[in-house]
C-alpha cells in the first residue's frame, strides 16, 4: 500500500507541472497584453534643458519698449546693431554697422553719431530724426548684434599715478576715468583724488571727484573716456 501511494503521489505532481507552467505562461501573457494596451499611463518626461537665450535679433524682434533698451553699453567704431521701428510692422530686423568715423546710417533719417552712445541714447536720436519728416510717432527698437574687436584707441594718463602712460580702451566695456586710474596702478602717495582733470581732443576740460566716484560710490559722476583724452592726477602739497 505505501508503495502505491508514493507512485500516486508522483503521478499527481508530474500532472501539475504542466499546468502550472501553462498557468505562469498565461499570466505572463496576460501582463504583457496589459502593458501594451492603449489605456496604459505613460512614461514620465524627462526633463530636457532650457533653450539658449534667442540671438539679439530675435530680442529685437520681441521688444516694442524703448525703455528697457541697453543704457550702459557705449557702442564704438565697426560694431553692428540690429535696427527697427515698431510702427513698420515688419517680420525682420535691419543689421546696420558703426563706421569708422563712429556713424551709423539709419535708413530715412541719414548718418546719426553712434560712438560714444548706448543702445538707449541711439535710439532716441534715431527717434528724433525720424519723427522730423517721415513718421508721426516712431518707436526705435536698436540692440547690439556684434561689438567690434578693433581698439576703441587710446587715452593717456599721467600725474600722480603708479604708472603713469598711453591705455587702449577695451572694444567690450564703457571705460571711464576710474578705470583708467586703476589700470595704472592707482593713485600715488600724494595724489589728489578730489581734482582730477580731463581734457578731451577738442580742448573741453571736466574736474573729475574720483574720491567720491570710488570711495563714497557716486559712479554717475564718473566719467566716460573718448579716444585721446587725457587724465591727468595732480599732487597735494601736504599728504593728508
Do not use: W
Not at 502593458?35 to 534643458?49: H, L, T
Not at 582733470?197 to 566716484?213: S, Y
Amino acid at each position: 500500500m505505501k508503495t502505491q501511494a508514493y507512485t500516486f503521489l508522483v503521478v499527481t505532481c508530474l500532472a501539475a507541472a504542466p499546468l502550472q507552467a501553462q498557468t505562469s505562461v498565461q499570466m505572463a501573457r496576460t501582463q504583457q497584453d496589459n502593458n501594451q494596451s492603449p489605456m496604459m499611463m505613460p512614461p514620465p518626461e524627462v526633463p530636457r534643458a532650457a533653450p539658449a537665450d534667442l540671438p539679439t535679433t530675435s530680442t529685437v524682434m520681441r521688444t516694442s519698449s524703448m525703455n528697457v533698451l541697453d543704457d550702459k553699453k557705449r557702442l564704438g567704431p565697426n560694431d553692428y546693431v540690429s535696427f527697427r521701428v515698431v510702427e513698420d510692422r515688419d517680420d525682420q530686423s535691419q543689421q546696420l554697422r558703426v563706421n569708422d568715423n563712429g556713424e551709423l546710417e539709419v535708413p530715412y533719417a541719414g548718418l546719426i553719431p553712434a560712438a560714444g552712445r548706448t543702445c538707449k541714447q541711439l535710439a532716441y536720436a534715431v527717434k528724433a530724426a525720424l519723427e522730423k519728416e517721415y513718421y508721426y510717432n516712431a518707436t526705435v527698437i536698436i540692440a547690439v548684434d556684434r561689438i567690434s574687436e578693433k581698439s576703441r584707441g587710446k587715452v593717456y594718463v599721467i600725474g600722480s599715478v603708479r604708472g603713469p602712460g598711453p591705455q587702449e580702451i577695451p572694444a567690450d566695456e564703457t571705460y571711464t576715468v576710474s578705470k583708467a586710474v586703476i589700470r595704472a596702478g592707482g593713485f600715488g602717495d600724494f595724489a589728489n583724488k578730489r581734482k582730477v582733470k580731463l581734457t578731451r581732443k577738442n580742448g573741453e576740460a571736466l574736474v573729475v571727484d574720483l574720491k567720491r566716484v570710488i570711495e563714497e560710490g557716486r559712479s554717475d559722476e564718473d566719467v566716460v573716456l573718448q579716444p585721446d583724452d587725457q587724465v591727468y592726477v595732480p599732487q597735494r602739497l601736504i599728504n593728508m
